[in-house]
């Protein structure tokens, strides 16, 4: 098992460095053949709308969805988790559109951009997961295939649809490895 893990900008390395910490082999994805090679995808944290337009100038989008397609899982954080939706609300700019949301970026507010708190995450009901929000968005709408996994504060953080996973928030950024061994556990029934 290889996973990828989408390297054009953002937090990368925490993602190759928390994969690593559980054992599991992972190469950063760049252009199209480094997508050949893996079984699952990440999508980091960062800026996406530059993450956006990448994605388009090396063609990694439509490869990306015919992946997809074929049934490769994949999980978005924050920046990632936006270029998954089909909705950003107020916003043309690229994207992969691959999940059944809308969502709102950057919904917590200028003053608290940034901010930590324990969040319920619903496939972890033993105790709930640090979640880490960066200029994070919110998932305002969600159709009728996606499962919400975790709501903070009234709004949305945490949905999956498929074999697709996405956290508003940056579980890499913590020693926490339980929303990776989900993913990765995601991997088993594909
Ligand atoms: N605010 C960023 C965006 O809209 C996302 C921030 C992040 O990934 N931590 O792309």
Same mark, same amino acid.
């Given at each position: 098992m290889k996973i990828g893990v989408l390297? @054009?900008?953002?937090?990368f390395a925490e993602h190759r460095a928390m994969l690593a910490r559980i054992g599991v082999e992972s190469c950063e994805v760049r252009k199209l053949s480094d997508l050949e090679s893996v079984d699952a995808l990440i999508i980091p944290g960062g800026e996406s709308t530059t993450i956006g337009k990448l994605l388009t100038r090396y063609e990694l989008d439509k490869a990306i969805r015919t992946r997809v397609e074929r049934g490769m899982p994949i999980y978005g954080t924050c920046a990632g988790l936006i270029l998954l939706a089909q909705e950003i609300e107020g916003s043309t700019q690229p994207r992969?559109? @691959?999940?059944?949301i809308a969502v709102v970026r950057n919904a917590f507010g200028r003053q608290i951009e940034s901010f930590e708190a324990d969040i319920p995450f619903k496939p972890t009901p033993e105790r709930p997961v640090r979640g880490v929000f960066i200029r994070a968005p919110i998932i305002s709408k969600v159709g009728n295939g996606v499962e919400v996994l975790s709501e903070f504060d009234g709004n949305i953080v945490a949905v999956r649809q498929g074999n697709l996973l996405a956290t508003a928030?940056?579980?890499?950024?913590?020693?926490?490895?339980r929303v990776h061994r989900y993913f990765l556990n995601m991997l088993q029934g594909c």
């Amino acid at each position: 098992m290889k996973i990828g893990v989408l390297a @054009l900008q953002g937090d990368f390395a925490e993602h190759r460095a928390m994969l690593a910490r559980i054992g599991v082999e992972s190469c950063e994805v760049r252009k199209l053949s480094d997508l050949e090679s893996v079984d699952a995808l990440i999508i980091p944290g960062g800026e996406s709308t530059t993450i956006g337009k990448l994605l388009t100038r090396y063609e990694l989008d439509k490869a990306i969805r015919t992946r997809v397609e074929r049934g490769m899982p994949i999980y978005g954080t924050c920046a990632g988790l936006i270029l998954l939706a089909q909705e950003i609300e107020g916003s043309t700019q690229p994207r992969l559109g @691959l999940m059944d949301i809308a969502v709102v970026r950057n919904a917590f507010g200028r003053q608290i951009e940034s901010f930590e708190a324990d969040i319920p995450f619903k496939p972890t009901p033993e105790r709930p997961v640090r979640g880490v929000f960066i200029r994070a968005p919110i998932i305002s709408k969600v159709g009728n295939g996606v499962e919400v996994l975790s709501e903070f504060d009234g709004n949305i953080v945490a949905v999956r649809q498929g074999n697709l996973l996405a956290t508003a928030f940056h579980p890499e950024l913590t020693d926490d490895e339980r929303v990776h061994r989900y993913f990765l556990n995601m991997l088993q029934g594909c």
